[in-house]
């Protein structure tokens, strides 16, 4: 027995009928959201800038919506080993980038395997901040920016920056301040910002500039000295540091940000639910006095308004 074929009016309402289901499916699952623990991937490696803000806006978050946010630490290539790993992940909610300043310097340096704007959906700026902080190990002969770039001068090529990676903000700094002075130095990139400064306090490399968070703990302890801070004042989490500005570079002035992004193709529902939650963390005043101490400012934007700040 043969079956009829049906014809081209019926594949279409089949075809049509079969697409409905999917959109009943991934609304029906957007409006259940989240059925398990969230993961935030973070492409650096623990103690740094990222994993210690993640963490406390993960904290944050599990709290909002019952369900535990793990941090997956995925360190390398500057962070687009993490970021490969969203874009690929499946579109449910259930797998978040915490992404920052690498996201939008590396498609200028290096080639991606994965399209920053078509494999992401913006959910939320979450804070912009903090500064960098040039920092030396306690027992180094430089106090001051001038010392550092005096010495520079007198011995091209032999002072070692430890950086978080090629291409990072650590490394930008340090190009802008050759450029700016003339100097010449050795990059020498890690995994990340808390292995350089590892390799400064252990004096294996002569200065890095990790971000404000990751470094206060460490100068708390006199493991590190201070030389200055990016921003364009200085910061009430380390008053008694000087900017750039102050050290006798004009204009020098750099700051990163923390956002979080989802896959592509992640139901609309689901990355308004995000933003809302997100936004009320944000609002929250321990939560933005807690980022005061780190030198950043809580935002909470749009989707919208991050994908256009990306």
């Given at each position: 027995?043969?079956?009829?074929?049906?014809?081209?009016?019926?594949?279409?309402?089949?075809?049509?009928?079969?697409?409905?289901?999917?959109?009943?499916?991934?609304?029906?699952?957007?409006?259940?959201?989240?059925?398990?623990p969230?993961?935030?991937?973070?492409?650096?490696?623990?103690?740094?800038?990222?994993?210690?803000?993640?963490?406390?806006?993960?904290?944050?978050?599990?709290q909002?919506?019952?369900?535990?946010?793990?941090?997956?630490?995925?360190?390398?290539?500057?962070?687009?080993?993490?970021?490969?790993?969203?874009?690929?992940?499946?579109?449910?909610?259930?797998t978040?980038?915490?992404?920052?300043?690498?996201?939008?310097?590396?498609?200028?340096?290096?080639?991606?395997p994965?399209?920053?704007?078509?494999?992401?959906?913006?959910?939320?700026?979450?804070?912009?901040?903090?500064?960098?902080?040039?920092?030396?190990?306690?027992?180094?002969?430089?106090?001051?920016?001038?010392?550092?770039?005096?010495?520079?001068?007198?011995?091209?090529?032999?002072?070692?920056?430890?950086?978080s990676?090629?291409?990072?903000?650590?490394?930008?700094?340090?190009?802008?301040?050759?450029?700016?002075t003339?100097?010449?130095?050795?990059?020498?990139?890690?995994?990340?910002?808390?292995?350089?400064?590892?390799?400064v306090?252990?004096?294996?490399?002569?200065?890095?500039?990790?971000?404000?968070?990751?470094?206060?703990?460490?100068?708390?302890?006199?493991?590190?000295?201070?030389?200055?801070?990016?921003?364009?004042?200085?910061?009430?989490?380390?008053?008694?540091?000087?900017?750039?500005?102050?050290?006798?570079?004009?204009?020098?002035?750099?700051?990163?940000?923390?956002?979080?992004?989802?896959?592509a193709?992640?139901?609309?529902?689901?990355?308004?639910?995000?933003?809302?939650?997100?936004s009320?963390?944000?609002?929250?005043?321990?939560?933005?006095?807690?980022?005061?101490?780190?030198?950043?400012?809580?935002?909470?934007?749009?989707p919208?308004?991050?994908?256009?700040?990306?």
């Amino acid at each position: 027995m043969t079956t009829a074929p049906c014809p081209r009016g019926c594949a279409i309402r089949t075809l049509a009928c079969a697409w409905s289901l999917l959109l009943l499916a991934a609304s029906v699952a957007a409006q259940d959201y989240p059925v398990k623990p969230i993961r935030f991937v973070i492409p650096f490696p623990a103690s740094g800038f990222s994993d210690i803000l993640g963490r406390l806006l993960g904290q944050r978050l599990a709290q909002a919506v019952g369900q535990p946010v793990v941090n997956d630490n995925r360190p390398g290539a500057s962070g687009n080993i993490g970021a490969d790993i969203v874009a690929k992940a499946t579109p449910d909610g259930h797998t978040l980038l915490i992404n920052s300043f690498n996201f939008v310097v590396n498609p200028g340096v290096t080639v991606l395997p994965f399209d920053p704007v078509r494999d992401f959906a913006a959910v939320s700026l979450i804070a912009d901040g903090p500064p960098l902080v040039m920092a030396v190990a306690a027992s180094a002969p430089y106090r001051t920016v001038k010392d550092l770039i005096g010495y520079a001068h007198a011995n091209p090529g032999r002072l070692n920056f430890a950086t978080s990676g090629a291409g990072t903000a650590p490394h930008l700094a340090i190009e802008l301040i050759s450029r700016l002075t003339g100097i010449k130095v050795t990059q020498v990139p890690y995994k990340g910002s808390a292995p350089a400064l590892t390799a400064v306090v252990s004096g294996e490399v002569a200065v890095t500039f990790p971000n404000l968070p990751a470094v206060v703990p460490l100068l708390g302890n006199a493991r590190l000295r201070a030389l200055a801070v990016t921003s364009a004042q200085r910061t009430s989490a380390l008053p008694e540091v000087p900017t750039f500005i102050e050290s006798g570079l004009p204009g020098f002035e750099l700051n990163g940000f923390l956002g979080v992004l989802a896959p592509a193709r992640t139901p609309r529902q689901i990355i308004q639910t995000l933003h809302r939650e997100f936004s009320a963390i944000s609002r929250d005043s321990a939560f933005s006095d807690r980022l005061k101490d780190y030198g950043m400012r809580a935002v909470g934007s749009t989707p919208e308004e991050f994908a256009t700040f990306l």
